[in-house]
Every structure is written in structure tokens, then in C-alpha cells.
């Protein structure tokens, strides 16, 4: 069974950092690009950015410069550094999963950045 478990989501003042953080299990980690996409209420779901096995990364042009992606591949986990953060960075942030046509998705984990 695959899982996807997102933490470290919640409240920042503009200008704060977060450290999302995705456990994954089920699946051969190591294969797999990893991601992170996020959902505004009344949007559609966008890419945050991504790194593939070979740790290559792309970002969306919303974040480029403010947040970083990692991965450890020992520990199966995907991490995303978010600085500088916004009020229009306010969402959900889903943890993904790719190595063939179907992708696996967590549950999601609220950040919202206000003052």
C-alpha cells in the first residue's frame, strides 16, 4: 500500500519560512520523481516543483528563488524549503509521486501565510 504523508504545514506572517516535509512507503523511492503541488480555493491544483531521481529539480515561476526542493533517499522522504513566503502562497500543499503513468498523491497539508 502506498503512502504519502505530508507535515509541517500551518500559520507564518509574510516573510516567514516553512519546511514541508513527505514520508513516502509503499513504493521504490529511489525510481521515483517526487513533487510538490499546491491548491488555492477556487484554483487549480499547480506545480510547486519537482526532483527526479537523477535530482534534477524544476520549479513553478511562482516560487523560483524562494523555495527549494530536496530529497533523501535513504530515509524515503521529500522536503520543501519555502522562504520568503506570501499571502498568495496560502494553499494546500500535496505531496506527488511519479515513475509511470500513474501518480501517487498524499493528503495534503494546509499553509497559510498571513499577519
Known amino acids: 500500500q502506498v503512502q504519502l504523508v505530508e507535515s509541517g504545514g500551518g500559520l507564518v506572517q509574510p516573510g516567514g519560512s516553512l519546511r514541508l516535509s513527505c514520508a513516502a512507503s509503499?513504493?521504490?523511492?529511489?525510481?521515483?520523481?517526487m513533487g510538490w503541488y499546491r491548491q488555492a480555493p477556487g484554483k487549480e491544483r499547480e506545480l510547486v516543483a519537482t526532483?527526479?531521481?537523477?535530482?534534477?529539480?524544476n520549479y513553478g515561476d511562482s516560487v523560483k528563488g524562494r523555495f527549494t526542493i530536496s530529497r533523501d533517499n535513504a530515509k524515503n522522504t521529500v522536503d520543501l524549503q519555502m522562504d520568503s513566503l506570501e499571502p498568495e502562497d496560502t494553499a494546500v500543499y500535496y505531496c506527488?509521486?511519479?515513475?509511470?503513468?500513474?501518480?501517487?498523491w498524499g493528503q495534503g497539508t494546509q499553509v497559510t501565510v498571513s499577519s
Open positions: 509503499g513504493i521504490i523511492f529511489h525510481l521515483y520523481t
Open positions: 506527488n509521486a511519479k515513475y509511470s503513468l500513474l501518480p501517487y
Open positions: 526532483i527526479t531521481s537523477d535530482r534534477n529539480t
